[in-house]
């Protein structure tokens, strides 16, 4: 939920915009009525910049340079995050890493707990969704819904990951899940496609399922509100702006709060 430049995430002070409140309520109630814990990352980690994109800025100032790179790096944030709960102390079973622009609408069940369990039933660790709801994005992960089991394949995965962020378009030589000299100077998306498609097989693969957008990570530029199958509905790029209208003034109210809480006030 970090405010970058557009500050279409919301200002410096006062109330982030509604289509974002609905969302954040629409989750938080989900997490209430399901027995999950809920964190929020407001803030991205620092130094956000790597020292190969302060290169590649050359006599950028350091304020633009960091404005080019938030997008990217906003985004690798999430793969930092789930690196840190799953070695966490706590030891938390599974880590679900939403993105702030998706909402569960399926406040009658576990939506978490049915996705735990296709992996258990599947004898996976990772769960990604595709964009199977476009024309041609079925087979395409979209990095914006990542659900871990806590095992030592995800542990080490997501430290991988990052680490070759940082390093750039220098490759990593020996990855902790075992692969070898894979760039990741991209987007995390890019860098979660080349390793499902990059013929990783045991390495990557086999720990790993692919389930349909359609059901789990629906995008809302196509509806998908009241179709009783769609799991979460993720309000990608134009389609953002109508969350608060879809989730509080639709058929019905997914925040659990009326038209007065944190998340349908206008």
């Not at 075992?178 to 991209?186: A, D, L, N, Q």
């Not at 399922?209 to 509905?233: C, R």
Request: net charge positive; aromatic share 8%; glycine share 12%.
């Amino acid at each position: 939920t970090y405010r970058i430049a557009s500050k279409g995430w919301g200002k410096k002070q006062g109330f982030r915009p509604r289509w974002l409140r609905a969302i954040l309520a629409a989750n938080r109630q989900h997490a209430r009525l399901h027995g999950h814990a809920l964190v929020l990352r407001v803030k991205a980690t620092e130094p956000q910049l790597t020292s190969w994109q302060t290169r590649q800025c050359g006599k950028k100032t350091p304020s633009q340079c960091r404005k080019d790179n938030e997008r990217e790096n906003y985004n690798w944030e999430k793969h930092l995050m789930l690196a840190e709960y799953l070695n966490s102390p706590q030891k938390f079973s599974h880590v679900m890493m939403l993105d702030a622009d998706a909402a569960f609408i399926r406040q009658d069940h576990d939506t978490v707990g049915m996705i735990t369990k296709l992996l258990d039933k599947q004898g996976k660790d990772l769960f990604l969704t595709d964009e199977d709801w476009l024309k041609y994005g079925e087979g395409r992960i979209n990095g914006g819904l990542i659900v871990a089991r806590n095992s030592d394949f995800t542990k080490k995965l997501f430290q991988d990951t990052f680490d070759a962020h940082v390093s750039g378009p220098v490759p990593v030589k020996q990855w902790r899940i075992g692969v070898r000299g894979v760039v990741c100077s991209s987007n995390e998306q890019i860098c979660l496609n080349d390793l499902w498609k990059g013929g990783r097989g045991e390495i990557f693969s086999d720990h790993t399922m692919m389930a349909g957008g359609t059901k789990w990570n629906h995008g809302a530029e196509s509806g998908g509100f009241d179709d009783p199958k769609v799991e979460i509905l993720h309000f990608m790029g134009g389609s953002k702006g109508t969350a608060g209208e879809v989730l509080c003034d639709g058929s019905r109210d997914v925040t659990g709060e009326g038209p007065a809480g944190y998340g349908c006030k206008k």
